[in-house]
């Protein structure tokens, strides 16, 4: 069975830093993608930044303060976001996309949300 397993989340102060990881679980092929979305209260869920083929892609909110890594022995991406601001305040969700075999056939997983407060 394949889960999606977040970390990392927690009440900070405007300025500090946090680091989530999203860590893919279960019998696994091949991970083709790895995205970070984010979504307030009475907001739409919006896309923080997306990993794929070793190139990475940033929201223009997010680009120069939060940083990707990767262990890729272990499935597991790592969310640096660093120089936190209140309106990053949000539930943190991952998004994988995986095969279990090598037959061409893909599928997506979320993870189970975790919650960055950044209070001012």
């Known amino acids: 069975q394949v889960q999606l397993v977040e970390s990392g989340g927690g009440l900070v102060q405007a300025g500090g830093s946090l680091k989530l990881s999203c860590a893919a679980t279960g019998n696994i092929f091949e991970i083709k993608s790895m995205t970070w979305y984010r979504q307030a209260p009475g907001k739409q869920r919006e896309l923080v930044l997306t990993?794929?083929?070793?190139?990475?892609n940033y929201a223009d909110s997010v680009t120069g303060r939060f940083t990707i890594s990767r262990d890729n022995a272990k499935n597991t991406v790592y969310l640096q976001m660093n120089s936190l601001k209140p309106e990053d305040t949000a539930v943190y969700y991952c998004?994988?996309?995986?095969?279990?075999?090598?037959?061409?056939?893909?599928?997506?997983?979320w993870g189970q949300g975790t919650q960055v407060t950044v209070s001012s």
């Open positions: 990993t794929s083929g070793g190139s990475t």
């Open positions: 998004n994988a996309v995986l095969a279990y075999k090598d037959d061409g056939k893909w599928y997506s997983y």
